[in-house]
């Protein structure tokens, strides 16, 4: 009775990437920040998973936000 | 005066991208289109309005060392002392049980596994959406129905030493089930010997003591025949041109991975089963989203960049913590914060016992010590540099 659950398509979940080494050096820069100061995913979340996120990838997501229109967060991906 | 064509003010507005956020520069492109069709725009005015927009929203940006969490709670805090205490019993549309107002609300701050009232919005895949039959049919698929559900009449025969079971003709019918069909899946969960007699089912204990029977008794009663673990009333509604199935309990994976069910909108109210399923990012939408539902549902106005930190906050850490003694405030890294907060002999005693030490960069920890906080203009210090010449920076 099951067809395959794609998690990314669900309406809650916002597009998940793994950036790439010097898109998180830049971003670092940027914020003068390490990556154990950034928001935390556990890689073995749903949309983690789903995109293939290995533990020390940094994700960008790119979030639908009612008050900017289009928002980026990013998360630092954990073991678990 | 010649006006500037809509091209231009398409690249001119576009230029804002990256520095302001994206609503602003859609909101302010379609407001531009459509003035300039009434009436002419010069290069020289859309460069003004271009700046005054920047402008505007730079000084609207929350400032370095603003204390967004303390203004975010008196945000939610104040309307939430208007808000009903009374715990449920609504009965809306669809006579569905609702937890409302201040309680739902502690029940999304807190983070609990489970809400008081777990509720499901299903909608359907277009072709079941449609028809009215379809989603009725569906709507009864998922219902969980048990053994006696369906049952006019129990009883324990105790001279006989079995457990009889009087079933109701329309129920069943409604439900699609027949005797012989209950029987089989008594006998085949419960590894039983069944007998049918018309609509009576006469059901055998393996060994005949009065308190196997008994026990036997009370599994039968609950043995589900069909439909999804949690579903326990569902409700078929018109909305917007469809079908939509509402259900009081949740099961938010199976439900998923059923053929008829749209994935894409799906959802439920309990905030973790969300998580679980669609990840951290959906949970903190999901709270989001709970939250506004509840608040509006009061007729109070909350600046959703309030809640937004809330739910950023209780989702930081890559699974949703509650804000209290165990999940947001209770993870503070200052010993003196945590004390500060509850159970205070616990935290101090831990921490002696382990050798904390308190860096007294947080605020509590500078109020209990009597120092300025840093906060606002507090949280900025003055580094000087030695040496070197002397005066250039």
């Known amino acids: 009775m099951s067809s395959e659950l794609e998690v990314g398509r669900h309406a809650l979940v916002p597009k998940h990437e793994v950036l790439s080494k010097k898109e998180v050096e830049e971003l670092l820069k940027q914020y003068k920040i390490h990556t154990h100061q950034l928001p935390l995913i556990k890689s073995s979340d749903p949309a983690a998973k789903a995109i293939g996120a290995k533990p020390g990838d940094v994700l960008k997501i790119t979030r639908k936000s009612q008050t900017a229109g289009e928002a980026v967060f990013y998360r630092y991906v954990i073991e678990g | ?393």
Do not use: W
């Open chain 2, 1 to 393: 005066m010649v006006g500037v064509s809509p091209d231009t003010i398409k690249t001119e507005v576009s230029k804002l991208e990256g520095e302001v956020p994206e609503s602003v520069v859609h909101e302010l492109r379609g407001a531009l289109l459509r003035v300039s069709k009434e009436r002419a725009i010069t290069r020289e005015q859309i460069e003004q309005i271009i700046e005054g927009v920047k402008q505007a929203y730079t000084s609207a940006i929350v400032e370095p060392g603003e204390a967004v969490g303390t203004i975010a709670a008196q945000s939610i805090g104040e309307p939430g002392t208007q808000m009903t205490l009374r715990t449920f019993h609504y009965a809306g549309v669809a006579e569905l049980n609702v937890t409302l107002g201040l309680p739902r609300l502690i029940e999304i701050i807190d983070a609990r596994k489970t809400p008081s009232a777990a509720l499901m919005t299903i909608y359907l895949k277009e072709k079941f959406a449609k028809s009215k039959e379809k989603a009725r049919e569906f709507a009864h698929k998922i219902e969980l129905t048990t053994v006696e559900d369906v049952a006019l009449q129990t009883e324990t025969d105790l001279i006989n030493m079995v457990f009889i079971i009087t079933l109701d003709r329309s129920r069943m019918q409604r439900k699609e089930l027949t005797p012989s069909k209950i029987a089989s899946t008594i006998k085949d969960t419960l590894n039983t010997d069944v007998g049918i007699d018309g609509y009576k089912l006469r059901i055998k204990p393996s060994t005949t003591t009065l308190s196997e029977l008994r026990k036997l008794a009370t599994r039968v009663r609950a043995l589900p025949l069909r439909g999804v673990k949690g579903i326990t009333r569902v409700v078929v509604k018109m909305e917007d041109d469809e079908y939509v199935v509402h259900t009081e309990g949740s099961n938010f994976l199976e439900i998923l991975s059923m053929p008829e069910v749209d994935q894409t909108r799906t959802v439920t109210n309990n905030i973790h089963e969300i998580e679980e399923v669609l990840g951290i990012e959906a949970a903190r939408n999901a709270i989001v989203n709970e939250a506004v539902k509840t608040l509006e549902e009061q007729g109070l106005n909350v600046d959703l960049r309030h809640i937004m930190l809330v739910a950023d906050m209780m989702c930081a850490s890559g699974e949703v913590r509650q804000v209290g003694r165990h999940g947001v405030s209770g993870e503070k890294a200052s010993v003196l914060a945590r004390a500060s907060f509850e159970i205070t002999t616990k935290h101090l005693l831990d921490a002696c016992i382990h050798g904390e030490s308190d860096k007294l960069d947080g605020i509590i920890e500078n109020v209990i010590a009597g120092q300025p906080i840093p906060l606002g203009t507090g949280s900025v210090e003055l580094v000087m540099r030695r040496g070197g010449e002397g005066g250039t920076k």
